[in-house]
């Protein structure tokens, strides 16, 4: 009898495949130290399982450069500086001195320890690098116990992982395997399994929370990374409409790609640009193919996960924007600086853990704070800028004066890479992302100091009605179409049109097609959306009429009793 799972969709598309269940060792049941073996012999074999480990790790790391490139790689650096810390080792040493423990009790107590209090941590980033540690025991232990191989079916059959937690190099070693789906019970959508998955183009779903407890190898087992559904056992004809839906996914991802070149324009003859938000060079293949005038949407954090914990250094930023830039050329690139805070914060950059840290230093506020985190990555942009169009945008902007201290810190730094001989562009366009009320009912303030501006809907949202669209208790108020959003969105057009200054949406309407009609009607004349979302975007845009559009907009601000203010 077929079971359902809901959990939360990361990577889109349908996959059939037989279960791989991947498992650690049971919690707590680890063999006790044989008898007349000394704590040398057995910091000796953590030492040898430790070295064996890593080999694996590297061995993966080079798998992923190969694939992926040298960025995505960079992910599974983390795991080995976890087994290169000096405090785990330790923890290990303290464990063996108890003459009844053995060396794999020592490791996986510490490993345990260490991910117990990552995973009570405040912060949803750190608490989902608990699933790194958990990875990595289960490497150790591995290789303590002898064994050639933790879970997995045989590489001739598709096969769907399903894991309590799946650490990054899990998810790199089935890939290569014949994986076609993944599922795991933790992790959320900036989890290095989401973001491998999204990669490599499996279909997954996480969040699933029992699903490894109760499934069984072998079986055969459906990922919907489109409703975010994993079904176990399906039926005949549950396993028919899934083979329909995948097989009518692909032709259609086929067909869409086909109409990469057709323009997006309404049925009345307006334009509209569509640009692609990426979290990784890499990605501007897909949304090259699926027709994107370039990058709307760079969000950097990618490089500063990739690269933790040490902080990217400006040829870092440099390399990487270029690389973007000379992916989409010749398109603009724009690059949102560093936008960790709130749920994205990081404890081992803020010096101190926040009560409300959606609300606290986060965004540009952390950047103005930090220079040594910022002025890297401005200097890295400005040289980057001097080859190619690469734009910055600054992030949670909440006031003209903020955008005004970034223009000093440019100007500074181009005269200082001027002096040096470097080239640099001193004039590189600077937006303000849009994304808390005061800077929507300010946007006329903020378009007479930025180049651009750009809606980033997501937060805007959220801030504006109160509504953490996260929670399930409140989920249902999460509008985008509320009076009080589109009173500010048509404010942000207006002040930006009224400046003569180029206005975007690069938030999770821009990606919905069937907000498309409403943003088109506000006024938004350039999109920037998930690359796979390109596709139905350009549908809705063609399908759309401007005025009609327009019309729409203006009856539902009528309805609502919305005056027509216009900023001077």
Excluded at 30 to 58: F, L, M, N, Y
Excluded at 177 to 184: I, K, P
Excluded at 301 to 312: Q, T
Excluded at 341 to 370: I, M, Q, S, W
Aim: charge should be neutral.
């Amino acid at each position: 009898m077929s079971r359902s799972f809901r959990g939360v969709p990361v990577s889109p598309g349908v996959a059939i495949g037989k279960a791989s269940i991947l498992t650690a060792a049971p919690h707590g049941v680890t063999p006790p130290r044989p008898e007349g073996a000394t704590h040398e012999a057995e910091r000796s074999r953590v030492e040898a399982a430790i070295v064996r480990a890593r080999d694996e790790i590297r061995e993966l790391r080079a798998r992923v450069a190969e694939s992926l490139g040298e960025r995505q790689a960079a992910i599974i650096d983390a795991q080995v500086l976890v087994l290169d810390d000096p405090a785990l080792r330790a923890e290990i040493e303290a464990r063996l001195a108890d003459e009844t423990v053995s060396a794999e009790a020592a490791a996986s107590g510490a490993m345990r320890a260490f991910a117990s209090k990552i995973a009570k941590s405040a912060d949803p980033y750190l608490r989902e690098r608990a699933a790194d540690l958990t990875d990595i025991e289960r490497r150790v232990l591995k290789f303590l116990a002898g064994t050639a191989a933790v879970g997995g079916t045989a590489a001739a059959e598709p096969a769907i992982v399903v894991a309590h937690s799946l650490g990054p190099s899990d998810t790199v070693a089935l890939a290569r395997d014949g994986v076609v789906g993944l599922a795991a019970d933790l992790g959320g959508p900036t989890s290095h399994t989401a973001i491998l998955a999204r990669a490599f183009g499996l279909p997954a779903v996480i969040g699933l929370t029992h699903l490894a407890a109760s499934a069984r190898a072998g079986v055969t087992t459906i990922v919907d990374g489109d409703r975010g559904v994993v079904i176990v056992d399906p039926g005949r004809e549950e396993i028919e409409e899934a083979e329909r839906r995948r097989a009518a996914w692909l032709r259609a991802e086929a067909v869409r790609a086909g109409e990469r070149d057709v323009p997006a324009v309404t049925v009345d003859g307006v334009s509209v640009t569509l640009r692609a938000n990426v979290e990784f060079p890499e990605e501007a293949e897909t949304a090259q193919r699926f027709g994107a005038t370039g990058i709307g949407l760079y969000r950097s954090e990618f490089l500063f996960v990739s690269l933790a914990p040490r902080l990217p250094a400006e040829d870092d930023h440099f390399r990487a924007a270029l690389d973007l830039a000379g992916r989409v050329s010749p398109h603009p690139v724009v690059v949102r600086t560093l936008d960790l805070g709130g749920e994205k914060y990081f404890h081992e950059v803020l010096d101190r853990a926040e009560t409300n840290p959606v609300l606290g230093l986060r965004g540009l506020r952390l950047c103005l704070t930090r220079p040594e985190i910022f002025v890297p990555q401005i200097r890295g942009l400005l040289r980057a800028a001097a080859r190619a169009d690469v734009r910055i945008l600054l992030p949670f902007v909440t006031s003209a004066d903020e955008i005004h201290e970034v223009r000093k810190i440019v100007a500074r730094e181009a005269g200082r890479l001027q002096a040096e001989g470097t080239p640099c562009r001193p004039d590189v366009p600077i937006g303000a992302m849009i994304e808390t009320p005061a800077a929507a009912m300010t946007a006329d303030l903020l378009a007479k100091e930025a180049d651009f501006v750009s809606a980033g809907t997501n937060d805007l949202v959220q801030y504006a009605l109160a509504v953490d669209r996260g929670n399930p208790s409140v989920a249902t108020l999460y509008d985008p179409l509320h009076p009080a959003v589109l009173r500010m969105l048509r404010f942000v057009v207006r002040a930006a049109r009224a400046r003569t200054r180029p206005v975007s949406i690069c938030g999770e309407m821009a990606g919905s097609p069937a907000m498309v009609p409403a943003l088109i009607g506000l006024g938004f004349r350039e999109l920037s959306c998930p690359p796979r979302a390109l596709p139905r975007v350009r549908e809705a845009v063609r399908a759309a009429s401007a005025s009609a559009a327009a019309r729409e907009v203006e009856s539902r601000m009528e309805s609502a009793g919305i005056d027509q203010e216009v900023p001077r």
